[in-house]
């Protein structure tokens, strides 16, 4: 008896080691079992500000020297937002701002973040820089070749989005898309092609009779 027991006691453990190497084995299996990635592009966003000694009359020409240098460091780019706090609202300032942005190609917005108080006699300048990443990639999770839901890996998407997030100029047209501020270019384009197509054919009064002599 004391055998037998023995004997199925070892058996019973040697099925719960085979049973739990199997549940193991089947640790990571893929679970998405829809056609899109979990691992999407994230838009985060960061104020940077810089404060101004300024009047009524705009803001001195040290002042201005500042605020450039600050551009250069902080490297303004194409898809920063740029806006202006002045409590005075004074066109000089404004104006001087601007053309110190128009350098970097940049053109000052109307919507300004909220930043905090900014008292007279100080000018706020705001940069919003916005990034896009993707969380948790690469994802090497999946530690089986088992695969009975037919999902997809958890690596899926990773590749194609982190690109997609580190190639994009603007990350927020990730939210969304740009705006049709190519009206002009796209109705002068359509112009010229109107009035090439509206043109009256040339041979459609008939051809000049022309002969060899001279008149």
Same mark, same amino acid.
Request: hydrophobic share 40%.
């Given at each position: 008896?004391? !055998? +037998?027991?023995?004997?199925?006691?070892?058996? @019973?453990?040697? +099925?719960?080691?085979?049973?739990?190497?199997?549940?193991?084995? *089947?640790?990571?299996?893929?679970? =998405?079992?829809?056609?899109?990635?979990?691992?999407? %592009?994230?838009?985060? #966003?960061?104020?940077?500000?810089?404060?101004?000694?300024?009047?009524?009359?705009? /803001?001195?020409?040290?002042?201005?020297?500042?605020?450039? @240098?600050w551009?250069? +460091? /902080?490297?303004?780019?194409?898809?920063? &937002?740029?806006?202006?706090?002045?409590p005075?609202?004074?066109?000089?300032?404004?104006?001087? /701002?601007?053309?110190?942005?128009? #350098?970097?190609?940049?053109?000052?917005?109307?919507?300004? %973040?909220?930043?905090? %108080?900014?008292?007279a @006699?100080?000018?706020r300048?705001?940069?919003?820089?916005?990034?896009a990443?993707? !969380?948790? *990639? %690469?994802?090497?999770? +999946? !530690?089986?070749?088992?695969?009975?839901?037919?999902?997809?890996?958890?690596?899926?998407? *990773?590749?194609?989005?982190? =690109?997609?997030?580190?190639?994009?100029?603007?990350?927020? !047209?990730?939210?969304? @898309?740009?705006?049709?501020?190519?009206?002009?270019?796209?109705?002068?384009? =359509? #112009?010229? /092609?109107?009035?090439?197509?509206?043109?009256?054919?040339?041979?459609?009064?008939?051809? #000049?009779?022309?002969?060899? &002599?001279?008149?």
């Amino acid at each position: 008896m004391k !055998h +037998a027991s023995s004997s199925l006691a070892r058996r @019973g453990a040697m +099925a719960a080691l085979a049973l739990g190497l199997a549940l193991s084995g *089947c640790a990571g299996m893929p679970t =998405n079992r829809s056609m899109y990635s979990v691992h999407e %592009p994230v838009v985060e #966003k960061a104020n940077y500000t810089f404060d101004l000694s300024s009047n009524e009359a705009g /803001i001195s020409y040290p002042e201005q020297q500042r605020l450039a @240098g600050w551009f250069e +460091a /902080i490297g303004l780019r194409y898809g920063d &937002k740029l806006a202006i706090e002045d409590p005075l609202q004074s066109p000089g300032t404004r104006a001087a /701002i601007e053309a110190l942005a128009s #350098k970097y190609g940049m053109m000052v917005g109307e919507d300004v %973040p909220v930043t905090g %108080p900014v008292l007279a @006699g100080t000018t706020r300048v705001v940069v919003t820089r916005s990034k896009a990443v993707v !969380h948790g *990639c %690469p994802n090497w999770s +999946a !530690h089986s070749d088992a695969n009975f839901v037919n999902g997809l890996s958890p690596n899926f998407g *990773c590749g194609v989005n982190s =690109n997609l997030a580190a190639m994009v100029a603007d990350p927020d !047209h990730l939210i969304k @898309g740009d705006d049709a501020t190519g009206n002009t270019t796209i109705m002068s384009s =359509n #112009k010229a /092609i109107g009035t090439f197509r509206d043109q009256v054919p040339t041979g459609a009064n008939g051809v #000049k009779a022309v002969g060899s &002599k001279g008149n």
